[in-house]
Nanobody, 128 residues
């Protein structure tokens, strides 16, 4: 099990940027696939991005492709989500998640049921 704490959320104008951080404690961070998900009011939680534990390959939802970038620093036990060109539709609570599973498909990476540990979430609000 790993404990996750997000930070970096806040209020930003459309077109602005934010960088979210997800600090992990507990077992070896490098053994975990890390993902970011978001949930807007009245909507289901949706996949944003994920980064593999071994080769570091990244995957981003179509809605954020080219604007958001997931990364990780295993030495610091931290995952990041750099968010640029933010739009009001990006407003949501953003949560990081960790999984020790071996993923054989991108579809599996985007399924929140495949992640075992979750942070408490951080609010991102984008004003128009």
């Amino acid at each position: 099990q790993v404990q996750l704490v997000e930070s970096g959320g806040g209020l930003v104008q459309a077109g602005g940027s934010l960088r979210l951080s997800c600090a992990a404690s507990g077992r070896a961070f490098s053994n975990y696939v890390m993902g970011w998900f978001r949930q807007a009011p009245g909507k289901e939680r949706e996949f944003v991005a994920a980064i593999r534990k071994t080769d570091g390959n990244t995957y981003h939802a179509d809605s954020v492709q080219g604007r958001f970038t997931i990364s990780r620093d295993n030495a610091k036990n931290t995952a990041y989500l750099q968010m640029n060109s933010l739009i009001p539709q990006d407003t949501a609570v953003y949560s990081c998640a960790a999984s020790r599973r071996v993923f054989f498909s991108t579809t599996a990476l985007t399924n929140d049921r495949n992640y075992d540990d979750w942070g408490q979430g951080t609010q991102v609000t984008v004003s128009s």
